[in-house]
């Protein structure tokens, strides 16, 4: 049976440490499906459609990876692309305490399994958020930004 993974996130915006765990993720799996969850409650810096287009450009030429959104519970989401795993990275202790009990509710809930990678440390002072508030005071972010190949 085909090895699928979900990654999922807000990813606004897509940094060099979701790259990271992308590429590391892919030595685990046959496919990983980066899953851009719509979440009403936040305010998105970029639109859905350009975080889907610049991931998708970013993985043109790689065809096991596929870019998706959902509006629905993580899990759900996993069940209707036939992904039985979970794509998770943790920057600190506290990203591990939330991931382990998020991991534990959906295995309980439908036998799919969350692996976590560890954030390289060269990249574990990156998140979106810092890279959104970096945008807003109009500074440099492509040192944060994977950039396609073209």
Request: aromatic share 10%.
């Amino acid at each position: 049976m085909k090895k699928i993974a979900l990654f999922p996130g807000t990813f606004d915006p897509f940094t060099i440490g979701h790259h990271s765990l992308v590429t590391r993720g892919l030595g685990l799996v046959d496919e990983l499906i980066i899953s851009i969850g719509i979440n009403d409650n936040k305010q998105s810096y970029f639109s859905l459609e350009e975080r889907i287009e610049t991931i998708r450009r970013l993985y043109a030429g790689e065809p096991r990876v596929r870019v998706e959104a959902y509006n629905s519970l993580t899990v759900d989401f996993a069940q209707e692309m036939n992904a039985r795993f979970i794509l998770r990275g943790i920057r600190t202790v506290n990203d591990f305490e939330y991931e382990k009990s998020i991991a534990d509710i959906n295995r309980n809930l439908t036998g799919i399994e969350t692996f976590i990678l560890f954030t390289e440390p060269e990249h574990t002072h990156i998140s979106s958020s810092i890279v959104r508030e970096l945008l807003k005071y109009g500074k440099d972010i492509s040192p944060f930004i994977p950039q396609a190949k073209e």
